[in-house]
């Protein structure tokens, strides 16, 4: 059965780049037709889909968020990656990876998540 974990720096000072990663097993993330994912969740605020790379390493980052954000994989390690470029502390939240949330929209279906990481960002 897949699982995901995320791992990754728990606090960040401003300005700074967050790298997150998630290792995915039990399943490839080359796997034909599948979507992996990057969700956050902000302290008191709601889900927000981030962005995404597809079984062939296609990536979509959300328009608020595609100048300072890129998702990236390493096949080899069934591994794929969130960079976050010059965080606030705005970008403090528990980050998430999943797989089958391929959209904003698809945030209330059911998927395979793992179990997030808290992100902190501050001075």
């Known amino acids: 059965q897949v699982q995901l974990q995320e791992s990754g720096p728990g606090l960040v000072k401003p300005s700074q780049t967050l790298s997150l990663t998630c290792t995915v097993s039990?399943?490839?993330?080359?796997?034909?037709?599948?979507?992996w994912s990057w969700i956050r969740q902000p302290p008191g605020k709601g889900l927000e889909w981030i962005g995404r790379?597809?079984?062939?390493?296609?990536?979509y980052v959300i328009p608020s968020l595609q100048t300072r954000t890129s998702i990236s994989r390493d096949t080899s390690k069934n591994q794929f990656t969130l960079q976050l470029n010059d965080v606030t502390p705005e970008d403090t939240a528990m980050y998430y990876c999943?797989?089958?949330?391929?959209?904003?929209?698809?945030?209330?279906?059911?998927?395979?998540w793992g179990q997030g990481t808290q992100v902190t960002v501050s001075s």
């Open positions: 999943a797989r089958d949330v391929p959209s904003h929209y698809t945030l209330k279906l059911p998927g395979y």
């Open positions: 039990g399943d490839s993330i080359t796997t034909s037709s599948r979507y």
């Open positions: 790379i597809n079984y062939a390493g296609g990536t």
